[in-house]
């Protein structure tokens, strides 16, 4: 008897369960006008229906918040479609379905924060061109226990990443002004992402595998706690992230292309030893972008055109060697590292072309930097070494501020347009055996630099061409000068 009074008082449960579970149909002619209005009305549980067409809202509805565990399904044909710089949802509910929808985005189709999202069936399409960088398929950030399934990605891609940016996240490897990079691998692994395709291509997703191969049809992957990792041969073009490899050791990249990416061509997160060589990106937002890695070796890669050309952060005991890097915003850049060396590398025409921003103990050997718009080295908070480099026909030379120790020898800075070398705050610094070339001041030195030595260089001009607002001068007699 009791168990017939606690089946039927389950049954009861359920059949009031479904009952509660609504139903509203989303644009002309249905219950509600505009998805937005819907989920003002709905309840966890409901079911919003789009009807056949396109969906665009008034451009202050964006994003779009979902933030109750709903469905949205969409009819035939149904079009949710975005506006400039926006995402079209943002869902912050746990276990909320999208299923057979387009996203035809302007930024993001969907930026996901909570677990449990399940996406079937639905399409991802970059809207314009002219919104590519920084554009999203789909993110799913700081979310556990996700399924992405069957779902169709072109000029776009998805990205996992860790949660959205907080007080803690100065301590760690950050997605910049976006979100945390990702310290839990389950971040990565905790979900279910099968059957999906970029542009027309498959979309890998691999993990906890020993001896990794990313198949040479890919359209893009995510890789993540693998170890030993190959991709050879791949085109990942026209994603979002094209290759993303986290949390894995021993990783291979060769012969691989990433043009016209949102986010970042080739992105390796929490990575511990391996090689990228003769990887290509152009176009693209980073190009190449390395976060707390360890002990890389980037060698005869090409980026051009990017917003960033090769970027690290959080990097150490990393060679980037025999690179070129062409007309992009910093051609290579490094924060928070240690230990990092640039060598036998071409910058042309960025509009900086190394930087270095809270470096330790960088090496920068050896390399050609030209045609930058701002400053062909700059150095901030970086104590380095700037060793035998030929630093021509930038605006600044190089731009140097807040370090100390900082050591130049053996480069030849030539025809920099305003000048050769700017210097303010610098402590400890040895400028020896360089040469100054040019019709601007080789050298202005600005607030502060002391115990520098300034020794043995060639100056081909006067001493004319030193411009010092230091209230205790350095000494300048222990050089040549020919002019």
Known sequence: MKKVLFLAALLTLLFTGFALAGEITVGAGGDCATLTEALARASDGDTLRLLSGKHLESEENYPIVVEKSVAIVGGEGAVLAGVPFQSILEITAENVRVENVRFELLRYGIKNLADGLTVENCDFALADETYRVSSCGLWLAGAYNCTVRDCDFTGCGMCVAGP??????????????????????????????????????????????????????????????????????????????????????????????????????????????????????????????????????????????????????????????????????????????????????????????????????????DNDITGSGAAGVRVLKSPCHLLDNRIHDNWVGVLAAETAPMTMLGNALEGNVSTALYMRQITRGVIAGNTFSGETPFLELDEAVSHTLVENNVFEGTMAQVVSNLSAPLDLSHNQWAG
Not at 211 to 237: N, T
Request: net charge negative; charged share 15%.
């Open 164 to 365: 959205p940016l907080s007080e803690r996240s100065s301590a760690m490897p950050v997605l910049t002004g976006l979100f945390e990079v990702g310290e839990d691998p389950a971040l990565f692994t905790s979900h279910t992402i099968q059957g999906n395709t970029v542009n027309g291509r498959p979309y890998y997703f691999i993990i906890n595998q020993d001896g990794a191969v990313v198949p040479a049809d890919a359209g893009g992957a995510l890789v993540a706690c693998c170890e030993g990792v190959l991709c050879e041969g791949l085109d990942v073009s026209e994603s979002s992230m094209g290759v993303q490899i986290v949390h894995s050791s021993g990783v291979i990249l060769r012969d691989c292309v990433a043009d016209r990416c949102g986010v970042f061509g080739i992105y390796l997160a929490y990575i511990d030893g391996g090689r990228l060589e003769n990887v290509s990106c152009r176009q693209s937002n980073h190009a190449i972008d390395l976060r707390d890695v360890q002990s890389l070796v980037v060698t005869g890669c090409e980026t051009v055109d990017s917003e960033q050309g090769i970027f690290l952060s959080w990097a150490f005991d990393t060679i980037v060697e025999k690179c070129t890097v062409t007309n992009c915003g910093f051609g290579y850049f490094a924060a928070a590292g240690e230990g990092n060396v640039l060598t036998d590398c071409v910058f042309t025409g960025n509009e900086t072309g190394v930087y270095l921003q809270n470096e330790a103990d960088a090496l920068v050997w």
